[in-house]
């Protein structure tokens, strides 16, 4: 009798264990946080590096203010440089051109996207962007949004014309989170790192030949970003830049036509939070 009243209660031991595990599976509560402060005067202060791999000349340092120039209860902007002067930071530019909205665990984006500069020599369109998430907190590492699309253009390459058919996509990435970093110096806790890049292939439509690739498959377009709790953008990393398919600049040169923009580009723009204020 005394074995099974042991035996029993062993069971029952390891029942109530299960039904506790059970209980506690899913219950964990979701995070929440703020990583973009947005109070109408928040600022931020950058020190700027541009690096162009083909022509040091374009290479400059430079400082960026950015500020809260705008906010309602669901949605806010910022404004760089007071409007004087356009945002020398790859990622202060695209933040600046469109509406950010947030909510307890994540920042959305609507607006925007300028064309890199070093891609001026194919296209100065823009693209135009909604609710693409730049992070959130309680996903998985990996794809936040895409957006694809096609532009549709003709190119004047040395007085010939050749249509174009731009395909691009506008990927958002969730890279880490809960990391520490240190920028100019300070160390800042509970970053998140995120990524966005703008990813194209170029054909042009050759008479005879039909379709041809100018640009395979790349990344004209990649920025990491860190943005740290209560603090918000602390760093931003940027490349952008072409290489022209080494087939289409055979094929132009067998026809005689001379190629008058560069046949690859490639340029870093790397920003970094000096100081800030904003409101507790």
Same mark, same amino acid.
């Given at each position: 009798?005394?074995?099974?009243?042991?035996?029993?209660?062993? #069971?029952?031991?390891?029942?109530?264990?299960?039904?506790?595990?059970?209980?506690?599976?899913?219950?964990? /509560? /979701?995070?929440?946080?703020?990583?973009? /402060?947005?109070?109408?005067?928040?600022?931020?202060?950058?020190?700027?590096?541009?690096?162009?791999?083909?022509?040091?000349? #374009?290479?400059?340092?430079? =400082?960026?203010?950015?500020?809260?120039?705008?906010?309602?209860?669901?949605? #806010?902007?910022?404004?760089?440089?007071?409007?004087?002067?356009?945002?020398?930071?790859?990622?202060?530019?695209?933040?600046?051109?469109?509406?950010?909205?947030?909510?307890?665990?994540?920042?959305? #984006?609507?607006?925007?996207?300028?064309?890199?500069?070093?891609?001026?020599?194919?296209?100065?369109? =823009?693209?135009?962007?909604?609710?693409?998430?730049?992070?959130?907190?309680?996903?998985?590492?990996?794809?936040?949004?895409?957006? /694809?699309?096609?532009?549709?253009?003709?190119?004047?390459?040395?007085? =010939?014309?050749?249509?174009?058919?731009?395909?691009?996509?506008?990927?958002?990435?969730?890279?880490?989170?809960?990391? =520490?970093?240190?920028?100019?110096?300070?160390?800042?806790?509970?970053?998140?790192?995120?990524?966005?890049?703008?990813?194209?292939?170029?054909?042009?439509?050759?008479?005879?030949?039909?379709?041809?690739?100018?640009?395979?498959?790349?990344?004209?377009?990649?920025?990491?970003?860190?943005?740290?709790?209560?603090?918000?953008?602390?760093?931003?990393?940027?490349?952008?830049?072409?290489?022209?398919?080494?087939?289409?600049?055979?094929?132009?040169?067998?026809?005689?036509?001379?190629?008058?923009?560069?046949?690859?580009?490639?340029?870093?723009?790397?920003?970094?939070?000096?100081?800030?204020?904003?409101?507790?």
């Amino acid at each position: 009798m005394k074995n099974l009243k042991a035996i029993m209660l062993l #069971f029952l031991g390891l029942v109530l264990i299960s039904c506790s595990s059970d209980d506690d599976s899913g219950s964990t /509560p /979701p995070v929440n946080g703020d990583y973009f /402060p947005a109070t109408i005067g928040d600022l931020w202060i950058y020190n700027v590096v541009n690096e162009n791999r083909d022509d040091p000349s #374009f290479d400059f340092t430079a =400082t960026d203010l950015l500020t809260v120039n705008s906010a309602t209860a669901s949605n #806010f902007t910022v404004e760089a440089n007071s409007g004087i002067s356009p945002a020398a930071g790859s990622m202060n530019s695209f933040l600046t051109n469109g509406t950010l909205s947030k909510t307890d665990d994540m920042l959305l #984006f609507t607006g925007d996207l300028e064309l890199p500069e070093a891609f001026a020599g194919f296209s100065d369109e =823009t693209i135009s962007l909604t609710d693409v998430a730049l992070y959130d907190l309680n996903s998985d590492n990996g794809e936040l949004s895409n957006t /694809p699309g096609t532009i549709i253009q003709d190119l004047d390459i040395g007085g =010939t014309i050749f249509p174009l058919t731009i395909e691009y996509t506008f990927i958002t990435s969730k890279l880490s989170s809960g990391s =520490t970093i240190t920028v100019d110096g300070t160390e800042y806790n509970n970053v998140i790192k995120g990524n966005l890049k703008l990813e194209v292939t170029v054909t042009a439509t050759v008479e005879i030949l039909g379709a041809v690739s100018i640009l395979g498959t790349q990344d004209v377009l990649s920025i990491d970003y860190y943005f740290a709790e209560n603090i918000g953008l602390i760093k931003a990393d940027a490349v952008q830049g072409y290489e022209v398919e080494s087939t289409f600049i055979d094929l132009l040169e067998f026809s005689g036509v001379n190629l008058d923009i560069p046949t690859s580009i490639s340029v870093t723009n790397a920003q970094e939070l000096d100081s800030y204020v904003v409101a507790e």
